[in-house]
């Protein structure tokens, strides 16, 4: 189930068609935009459910946006009440599953921020929008929220070290094997962490770094152990 | 440890290296460290005249340096923005996750294969 809420301006009748549209299974309510509106929504809702569609001019999001955490959906001006609803389903879903959205997938390879509930709307063309994501400044609902404050750079979670100079490092000077090892794990690192696999990838960060360390281990011992014995002459 | 100390104890590890290796000509002494691979099957290894290398370009001697190990030369510049960028790795994430692409290091190991088979074929 999901609470929906319904800002509306002036005529409230396509509001309203969007709600008699949805299923008796989701919660959804229109209120009309005033200076009271917050206040008029249910204090005793979670908020952390509470889906908020704005059907009205573009102005009244910002102020919303904080509070509903970025599950805001603006309609554009010139959609059918049908289409509207479609806009606000595929809003839920996308922020639901972030992982089937190509979108998101693109925000995250170049490092973006990007918010699945925002569907670009205010347009005057008379286009249909594309569902591009016009802003991707706001934060993804679904992360935690100390995580955005921490990084300043827009990357939701850094990647983990690859280790590739120090394990290219450990096979020019130590032991070749061991260090080839720990390339293909620095690049299973990135390959891990490109596929959303955040937990894979410092797993395979950890094991790079393990065969780092074997690697220098092995050319230490060799040669504190191995050359001074051939220095000395022993076995011959 | 702080990043400002690890940083100091990184520069004071490459100076020191480069003192040791400014000073003293790997021809001429017999206890530096010496490739396992090569001692073991007689192969080169991709990194086999990595110090002579460095005494050489210490040396600037680049003459020397390129015959030492012309991949390693020509790598060098690559290595040491690796390794900044792997302890700058917090301050700038977006960079370290542009410059580490899959594709990078796959080829960056490629090629270092390729030219530790290619070199003992080549005989360089």
Not at chain 1, 17 to 34: H, K, Q, S, W
Not at chain 1, 65 to 77: C, N, Q
Not at chain 1, 199 to 228: D, H, M, Q
């Amino acid at each position: 189930m999901t609470d929906i809420i319904i800002l509306t301006s002036g005529d409230a009748q396509r509001a309203h068609d969007i709600a008699g549209l949805f299923e008796g299974g989701n919660r959804i309510r229109v209120v009309a935009l005033t200076d009271e509106t917050l206040s008029a929504i249910d204090p005793a809702m979670p908020l952390e459910e509470v889906w908020l569609v704005i059907d009205s001019p573009e102005e009244a999001a910002p102020s919303f946006k904080e509070r509903f955490g970025g599950r805001v959906v603006t309609l554009a001006p010139h959609r059918t009440a049908p289409e509207a609803a479609a806009d606000i389903i595929a809003a839920i879903r996308g922020a639901a599953a972030p992982d089937n959205d190509p979108d998101a997938a693109w925000a995250k390879t170049l490092g973006l921020k990007y918010e699945p509930g925002r569907i670009p709307g205010g347009e005057t063309s008379g286009q249909t929008p594309p569902p591009i994501p016009q802003e991707i400044s706001a934060a993804a609902p679904e992360q935690p929220q100390g995580s955005h404050t921490a990084n300043p750079h827009g990357v939701e979670e850094p990647m983990p070290p690859t280790y590739l100079v120090w394990s290219v490092v450990m096979t020019v000077l130590c032991c070749l094997p061991a260090g080839v090892v720990a390339i293909v794990f620095s690049s299973m690192v990135s390959s891990k962490y490109y596929a959303g696999d955040i937990e894979g990838a410092k797993r395979c960060s950890r094991r790079a770094e393990i065969w780092i360390i074997a690697s220098f281990v092995a050319g230490v011992l060799w040669n504190t152990l191995y050359i001074p014995m051939v220095i000395a002459g022993w076995g011959n | 440890m702080g990043q400002l100390t690890r940083r100091i104890a990184w520069i004071a590890l490459v100076a020191a290296v480069c003192v040791l290796y400014f000073c003293i000509d790997p021809l001429r002494v017999s206890w530096l460290p010496r490739c396992p691979l090569r001692m073991a099957t007689g192969w080169l290894c991709p990194g086999c005249g990595s110090q002579r290398l460095l005494h050489a370009l210490l040396h600037g001697d680049f003459a020397a340096a390129w015959h030492a190990n012309p991949f390693l030369l020509l790598a060098l510049p690559g290595i040491l923005f690796l390794g900044w960028l792997e302890l700058s790795r917090r301050r700038h994430p977006v960079l370290y996750m542009r410059v580490y692409s899959t594709p990078f290091i796959i080829a960056a190991g490629v090629a270092l294969v390729a030219w530790g088979i290619g070199r003992n074929i080549m005989g360089i």
